[in-house]
């Protein structure tokens, strides 16, 4: 079973539509991450939690909601779909240490949005 | 502001010589910079890393090198392998208000001749 799981791994969805992205970890990291994959652009910080009750904005937080249910949940929720969040969503965890900040990666969420 | 870029998106090497891949960036308060390769349906994994304060890494048949004067790094694959074949990423990381953060470039895909 993965690290880190992400559900669902596909789906498609039409404009306006409410859509709630998933990530569930097992590597007991206090760290979770959302980044979104575009091809030409490569991954891009969404939003960060350090533990249950730290959410932040990362740099393309616009359109995007987070919420950390516990140390091992955080979800990406889009409150109304629109299509240039037509991408590749990443979900990603890490521990607080120094040395490069190693992120584990889920297998990702593709999202299309008609 | 793209701050790591890798300006080739693509590269086609043959199996058995030398795969060097590219990485510029732009803000010299990154303190690590990361090489992360990604599989088709799978998420990006972590590959090597190098330290600001070092000029080379070496792990089997990969090795990165850091030339800060320059801000730049590479990754060299030597004999590349057909599984090499994938996409790359560089990153760089940067502490925000204590906060480790990623930034990532473009990726590039390289593929492995036989």
């Known amino acids: 079973d993965a690290d880190v799981t992400q559900t669902p791994r596909n789906r498609i969805t039409k404009t306006g539509k409410r859509i709630m992205l998933e990530c569930s970890q097992t590597?007991?990291?206090?760290?979770m991450y959302w980044y979104r994959q575009d091809p030409g652009l490569g991954l891009r910080l969404i939003y960060y939690?350090?533990?249950?009750?730290?959410?932040n904005k990362g740099e393309i937080s616009d359109g995007y909601s987070v919420s950390r249910q516990a140390q091992a949940k955080f979800s990406l929720s889009l409150e109304s779909a629109i299509p240039n969040q037509t991408a590749l969503y990443f979900c990603?965890?890490?521990?607080?240490?120094?040395?490069?900040?190693?992120?584990?990666f889920g297998e990702g969420s593709r999202l299309t949005v008609l | 502001d793209q701050q790591v870029k890798q300006n080739s998106p693509s590269l086609s090497v043959q199996e058995g010589r030398i795969s060097i891949l590219n990485c510029d960036y732009t803000?010299?308060?990154?303190?690590?910079f990361l090489w992360y390769k990604k599989y088709p349906a799978e998420g990006p994994t972590f590959l090597i890393s190098?330290?600001?304060?070092?000029d080379k890494n070496e792990d089997g048949r990969f090795t990165v090198f850091l030339n800060k004067s320059a801000k730049h790094l590479s990754l060299h694959i030597v004999p590349s392998q057909p599984g090499d074949s994938a996409v790359y990423f560089c990153?760089?990381?940067?502490?925000?208000?204590?906060?480790?953060?990623?930034?990532f470039g473009q990726g590039t895909r390289l593929t492995i001749n036989p």
């Open positions: 990603a965890t890490s521990e607080p240490a120094r040395g490069g900040g190693e992120l584990f």
């Open positions: 590597k007991g990291h206090d760290r």
């Open positions: 939690s350090f533990d249950v009750k730290d959410i």
């Open positions: 803000n010299s308060m990154f303190d690590y």
């Open positions: 190098i330290s600001s304060i070092k």
């Open positions: 990153a760089a990381n940067l502490i925000i208000q204590g906060a480790q953060k990623l930034v």
